[in-house]
């Protein structure tokens, strides 16, 4: 069990850099352009992880087995709602607002997760998986309703884009948590490494299908864009922190990440996942304070308290949860009187 919790721990400390990061990359490219690369690196990455690997974990039959229609069709949803979708809103929306409000929005993914579980059916609610999401959505709403917070938003949120692009990062989470909560035994059906390159195949065909509406829109007047499609200057031009900022994303916080979620989720439940992104609050905060000199207030910090307060009842429920399943008769013989521990066989 440490194992799984330690792996989505680093997920949440390379995701919480995710804003800050894209702060630096995006002030020098467009953001589907941002989007297609790091599907493209992913998509190549996993390609390579799996030749390497998948190979010697399963059975060369089993390994060749061509996969049935509905399969990819279930991979393609899989990437629309946990690559595609998820990333266009997020990087759409990362320049209009400020990388504290979007750690902030993140943790509702947890939120997002459990209702959808429960609506698949995946999941039934519990007390103490409900109490934490509660108790995660007070530390967000009192986040957000910090007096003093416009100091952290500078002027970014004076923009007329600022609530739509706070929508669009809303939007984003319930897409990665719908991801969460469908994927189930996939990967470790297919392999972790074959999933995930599938995964971002699909999501690298799409959202170079839609970079390419954007340029074909603009090219036949449906709409004007006045900013470069690629880069907005040369590359001889870029700085420095553009390049840092983009291997962090490329590797980071996309290869490394995508691979010990996808390992995780064969080892936790869905609720869990989403529950330990509240953390990326923790550490998207501070990182935003460390790189981008947005302020942290005192009750931003009374309210991710709670935030962790939830992560921690998540993992609690999970690890009740799983002792319970895999010593049942155990407990029924210790809850039972003596005269039934007798009559069990």
């Not at 340029?215 to 470069?228: A, C, E, M, N």
Request: charged residues 10%; contains cysteine.
């Amino acid at each position: 069990m440490l194992a799984p919790l330690f792996a989505l721990l680093c997920v949440q400390l390379l995701f919480g850099g995710l804003p800050v990061a894209s702060k630096f990359v995006l002030s020098h490219a467009h953001p589907f352009f941002v989007v297609v690369l790091r599907s493209a690196f992913a998509t190549l990455f996993f390609l390579l992880l799996s030749l390497l690997f998948d190979r010697k974990q399963r059975s060369p039959d089993d390994f060749e087995t061509v996969l049935s229609r509905a399969t990819h069709l279930r991979l393609v949803v899989l990437a629309f709602f946990g690559i595609t979708f998820n990333q266009l809103a997020l990087f759409v929306a990362l320049p209009q607002t400020s990388a504290s409000i979007t750690s902030i929005i993140t943790p509702t993914i947890a939120l997002f997760t459990l209702l959808f579980s429960v609506w698949s059916g995946r999941e039934k609610f519990q007390s103490l998986t409900l109490i934490a999401i509660l108790l995660g959505g007070f530390g967000v709403a009192s986040v957000l309703s910090s007096g003093s917070f416009s100091a952290a938003r500078i002027s970014t949120t004076a923009h007329s884009g600022a609530h739509w692009a706070n929508a669009l990062n809303v939007m984003s989470a319930a897409s990665y948590a719908f991801y969460l909560s469908q994927v189930g035994y996939l990967p470790t059906r297919l392999g972790s490494f074959r999933f995930s390159f599938w995964l971002f195949f699909y999501g690298f065909l799409m959202n170079s299908a839609a970079w390419c509406g954007l340029w074909l829109g603009r090219t036949f007047g449906w709409w004007s864009l006045p900013d470069s499609l690629l880069l907005k200057s040369e590359v001889h031009a870029l700085p420095s922190s553009f390049w840092i900022g983009l291997g962090f994303l490329l590797l980071g916080a996309t290869a490394l990440t995508y691979f010990l979620n996808t390992w995780a989720l064969q080892r936790v439940k869905p609720s869990l996942v989403g529950g330990f992104v509240c953390l990326q609050t923790l550490f998207g905060l501070f990182l935003s304070g460390v790189f981008l000199q947005e302020t942290l207030t005192p009750l931003m910090i009374f309210g991710s308290i709670f935030i962790l307060s939830g992560v921690l009842l998540l993992t609690l429920a999970s690890t009740e949860n799983r002792f319970v399943k895999k010593f049942p008769r155990q407990l029924q013989m210790t809850s039972a009187p003596e005269n039934t521990q007798r009559s069990l066989p």
